[in-house]
């Protein structure tokens, strides 16, 4: 399997990806699990994070908890996406399982370091800012990193926390910038493919099929979700943005992009965190990111389904 570390923000399709992850044993090992201040203030996403995998049955995956705020700005959140607590719609326990201690950060680094060059692969699922840290911190560990596959951004769906920015990136754009700057190859799952992975009805109503603790939860998490989308976009459906990646990890095929130049807009105020991609390829800028495009959402939700029943 391969060696993950997710960057997460949970946040309720942050929460479906880390179940994915912790339900596909044979193609991902999940070293541990870095939370970051995104949808909702760190304490609650480092909560949510050990809610998740208690509901997995997966007390033993290491949580930390990470950086409290963007690199040089205020945190921004959404709470109008993802309720108060950043789960909102099922009612799960408190967790019982306590944070390891240390800073997620350092516990990127040592990782990185640990392991032979190359078998480490970072998922970042909300705001760049521990994985930027760890990468300023730490210069050493960029080439270690076996492939950064993160959510963010968007090219043709444009923006979804303003106009031109998706959230992940414009909530801390000079982090982003240090990431797609750092000379890795990145996988890039922005809202034009998160946006084909829509929870319908009929999707919905096969999660809760499931029948276990689980696939209730998941049905319940994508009902409170899909409010937003619904009402804002006129959207099908919750968009399962951060399963994506996950999904990628375990079936590549299932995604369509191309290899293209994205530089991350940090200046202006009105395109703030903007991903810039190259899509045509009408400069020489070299490319740096697999931008992905299309899904086959079909095989997207019979994966999703098939592995959260194995919970
Ligand atoms: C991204 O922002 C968050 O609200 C979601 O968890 C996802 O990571 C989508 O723009
Ligand atoms: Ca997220």
Redesign the pocket.
């Given at each position: 399997p391969r060696k993950i570390i997710i960057d997460t923000?949970?946040?309720?399709?942050?929460a479906v990806a880390i179940l994915l992850a912790l339900a596909s044993p044979a193609e991902i090992e999940v070293l541990g699990i870095t939370a970051v201040a995104?949808?909702v203030p760190l304490e609650l996403t480092a909560k949510n994070a050990r809610i998740v995998c208690e509901l997995a049955g997966h007390t033993e995956i290491p949580v930390y908890a990470g950086c409290d705020r963007p690199l040089n700005r205020p945190l921004i959140t959404?709470e109008h996406?993802?309720g108060k607590t950043g789960l909102d719609g099922p009612n799960l326990p408190d967790p019982q399982m306590q944070l390891t201690e240390g800073h997620a950060v350092d516990f990127i680094i040592d990782t990185l370091r640990a392991h032979e060059p190359g078998t480490v692969t970072l998922c970042p699922?909300?705001p760049l800012t521990n994985i930027a840290t760890a990468f300023q911190k730490a210069p050493d560990v960029v080439d270690r990193v076996q492939e950064i596959v993160l959510?963010?951004g968007a090219y043709f769906e444009v923006g979804?926390?303003t106009p031109t920015a998706?959230?992940?990136i414009h909530v801390d754009p000079e982090a982003a910038d240090i990431v797609f700057k750092s000379g890795k190859q990145i996988v890039v799952m922005p809202?034009d493919v998160?946006h084909k992975a829509l929870v319908t009805q009929s999707r919905n109503d096969a999660f809760r099929a499931i029948g276990s603790k689980v696939g209730i939860a998941v049905a319940e998490m994508t009902d409170f979700f899909e409010r937003f989308d619904k009402e804002k976009y006129g959207s099908a459906g919750a968009?399962l943005?951060?399963p994506c990646v996950t999904a990628y990890l375990i079936r590549p095929e299932l995604f369509k992009g191309r290899h293209v130049n994205v530089e991350i807009e940090t200046q202006s105020e009105l395109t703030l965190g903007m991903t810039v991609a190259d899509w045509w390829g009408v400069t020489d800028r070299p490319p740096n990111a697999m931008f992905m495009g299309d899904l086959d959402a079909d095989g997207f939700f019979a994966l999703l389904k098939d592995r959260l029943a194995q919970l």
């Open positions: 923000d949970p946040g309720q399709d942050d995104g949808n959404a996406v993802h699922l909300g959510m963010g979804n926390i998706e959230f992940n809202l998160t968009p943005h951060d």
